[in-house]
């Protein structure tokens, strides 16, 4: 046994590494300088022009304006100052040049803040050059800024005027402004009318789906009602005549006295008269009571349905609680069916006188209702005391469900007789056939039509088809580079397999063919392989890309759709039928999908898998998988949210301290056709799981 005390180590899903996006030192030192070089035009534009325009400064110069820019900011002069040698500068610039150097910038000659001098023409002229500069650049509102800033000679009456101005244009703007908001609110009003419109006559067809489903199944339930009561009354007339024929004695019972009848019977009794009225006594409540039951017949309605059971109740609240998810598939299911309908130009009808829709739903609300829990009929340990490794990375079924075998990172492949789990209680079950392998293993196999090959992939990348009879191998595959994540044998074709590794290939095999027959090279690692239960020419393959990528292998070149939607790596990929693909991943959900319109049909969220592989495992109706919760999780193919869940609990005294979280659910399996399924998690126990009401 291992060491319960430290938490196991799965086989962790694989991921794609993002690309790093870090520069290197040459690339961050060329960036640096070319940002510097950046910053240093925009000083330099910024300096050539006063409104930070290298265009306007380029004009400035052209019109032979230089003499009005600064020497020291190559900007318009800002309060000029004249020095002694006959140079204007800003005051600010050359108060600041002079606290540091005692000369002209121009001249270089010997300069005091004492021979400074304002220059008020210089500043007058500058201002007119920016009046200039504002008329041509600016807006008609900064130039009307600019005007009543600069303080113009302007009457009062002028100014009267241009207020009324303003005021009146401001009144045309707000109704122009109004006009655009009520254009924009009666467009919103109208879409929003379209669209309540639109659900209206959603929701009325949709209430006429509702009314003539009604209408259909209580036309059935009074059918049914009818055939009932018939049957109840032929039983109860053939229960009758026995008891009428036993009331009159049989010659043999008849006592041998002189008069043929018991001396003890009343007087009346042994007249003629008196037997016909004996006679007509029998019959008369029979009659009355065929006569009720032909007025039952007759009537419309049933009667009140009787005290519901425990069971109906339980299923009552199953639906109460999906409610929202029902819905949804049926209005689903009724609205393809109708559409369906109306392009053939038909109505399909059920012997029953269901539509199509209705008559899947009420298949799925059966078997949706019909199971609430998943309950524990066996369990075993799949550790020894020789292998501290407990961990099963696969278990599986064989063709006739009667052995499973579990494999590991024991290295061991355990071949166990279902009947005798199940039917024997223990603790510790003995495999009926072991095989020891060089490395951990991660996926087994079975032949579908060979009961004794089973196949198996390892972390060495080894495909090895093993004799269970023999317990002896029988092909060893070794082309993969890495790690063989999955195998699996085609249902149509026993002699082929397909596998998957993390050198991102994926290969085909041929029992009878020492080298693979078929290979694709994918751009990121495959973490499972399935065929199509329906033919094996086609492949779904689950990859860290976050992708399902459906392969025709007669043109292996390039995948025949990707599927997207999954946003991290597809850790399985199993068929529930040749048209319906389960994938699921570690963003913690299960898809459905449809190979034949290559389309999503569902997404299922309850169970929690970011890292490890849980297991995956379906059949017709529902689809199992493990979660790193130490938890097993049931959904319906039709419903979003669990439908059931067990708990793995520790028994031992030293594991129930450890933290159960700490456990994943490792591996999951149903059998064919049954609500029974294997189960196993990381700590090595194996539960048998029944679906119960």
């Not at 020291?72 to 100052?81: G, H, P, Q, T």
């Amino acid at each position: 046994m291992g060491d319960s005390s430290v938490a196991p180590a799965g086989a962790l899903v694989p991921t794609v590494p993002k690309p790093e996006h870090a520069p290197s030192g040459a690339d961050a030192a060329a960036h640096q300088t070319l940002a510097a070089a950046a910053a240093d035009d925009a000083c330099a534009g910024a300096a050539a022009s006063p409104s930070s325009s290298p265009g306007e400064g380029e004009g400035a110069e052209a019109q032979g304006d230089r003499d009005l820019l600064c020497p020291i900011c190559m900007a318009l002069i800002k309060d000029a100052f004249l020095t002694a040698c006959g140079h204007s500068f800003c005051y600010m610039c050359i108060v600041t040049h002079l606290n540091h150097k005692s000369d002209c910038p121009c001249c270089a000659n010997y300069l005091t803040k004492a021979q400074l001098y304002p220059n008020f023409l210089l500043d007058k002229v500058v201002k007119k050059m920016s009046a200039r500069q504002v008329a041509k650049t600016a807006s008609p509102i900064d130039q009307f800024r600019h005007v009543v800033q600069q303080g113009n000679d302007m009457t009062v009456k002028e100014l009267d005027g241009l207020m009324t101005l303003i005021a009146e244009k401001k009144r045309q703007m707000e109704q122009q402004e109004s006009e655009t908001n009520m254009q924009i609110l009666l467009v919103f009003l109208h879409c929003l009318r379209k669209q309540k419109l639109e659900e209206l006559n959603e929701i009325q067809t949709d209430l006429q789906y509702i009314k003539d489903d009604i209408s259909s199944v209580e036309r059935h339930r009074l059918d049914l009602y009818r055939t009932k009561e018939r049957y109840s009354m032929r039983l109860r007339m053939l229960l009758d005549e026995p008891a009428a024929s036993k009331m009159w004695p049989s010659p043999m019972d008849r006592p041998s006295g002189p008069f043929g009848l018991n001396s003890r019977a009343p007087p009346s009794t042994s007249s003629p008269g008196g037997l016909n009225n004996r006679r007509f006594d029998l019959r008369a409540p029979a009659s009355h009571q065929g006569h009720q039951r032909r007025d039952a017949l007759a009537s419309s309605d049933p009667p009140n349905p009787p005290i519901q059971s425990s069971n109906v109740i339980a299923r009552k609240r199953r639906v109460q609680a999906q409610f929202n998810e029902l819905q949804e598939y049926y209005l689903q299911r009724r609205r393809t069916g109708a559409q369906s309908h109306r392009q053939e130009d038909a109505v399909t009808m059920n012997r029953e006188g269901y539509h199509e829709g209705l008559e899947d739903f009420q298949s799925v609300l059966t078997t949706f209702t019909r199971y609430s829990r998943l309950r524990v009929i066996a369990e075993l340990r799949h550790g020894d005391l020789f292998h501290s490794a407990n961990i099963v990375s696969s278990i599986e079924f064989d063709r006739d469900d009667e052995l499973f075998a579990t494999a590991g990172v024991s290295k061991r492949i355990k071949v166990f007789e279902f009947s005798t789990v199940v039917n024997e209680p223990s603790d510790v079950h003995c495999p009926v056939v072991e095989m020891a392998t060089r490395s951990k293993l991660s996926c087994l196999s079975w032949n579908k039509y060979s009961k004794n090959v089973i196949a198996s992939s390892d972390y060495e990348g080894i495909v090895t088809v093993w004799d269970v009879q023999t317990r002896q191998s029988v092909m060893e595959y070794e082309e993969h580079e890495k790690r063989a994540w999955s195998v699996d044998f085609s249902r149509t074709e026993p002699k082929m397999l397909v596998s998957g590794s993390d050198d991102c290939k994926v290969k085909v095999w041929c029992t009878n063919q020492e080298a693979s027959a078929i290979n694709i090279d994918m751009k990121a690692n495959i973490c499972s392989v399935k065929y199509n239960p329906g033919s094996s020419y086609y492949v779904a393959v689950g990859s860290a890309d976050h992708h399902i990528h459906y392969f025709d292998l007669r043109n292996p070149s390039a995948p025949l759709h990707v599927f997207g939607g999954h946003k991290k790596a597809v850790s399985y990929v199993k068929f529930l039928s040749n048209n319906e693909l389960a994938s699921a991943s570690t963003d913690s959900t299960l898809r459905l999908w449809d190979v034949k319109d290559n389309c999503p049909l569902r997404t299922f969220r309850g169970h929690k898998n970011e890292k490890n592989f849980v297991g995956l495992s379906v059949n017709n109706e529902y689809i199992a998988c493990g979660s790193e919760t130490n938890e097993v999780f049931v959904y319906h193919k039709a419903i979003s949210k669990p439908a059931s869940s067990h708990r793995f609990l520790s028994t031992d005294l030293d594991d129930a301290e450890d933290d159960p979280g700490s456990y994943f659910i490792s591996a999951v399996c149903w059998k064919s056709d049954s609500p029974t399924m294997l189960t196993a998690n990381s700590q090595g126990t194996i539960k048998v799981l029944v679906l119960a009401p």
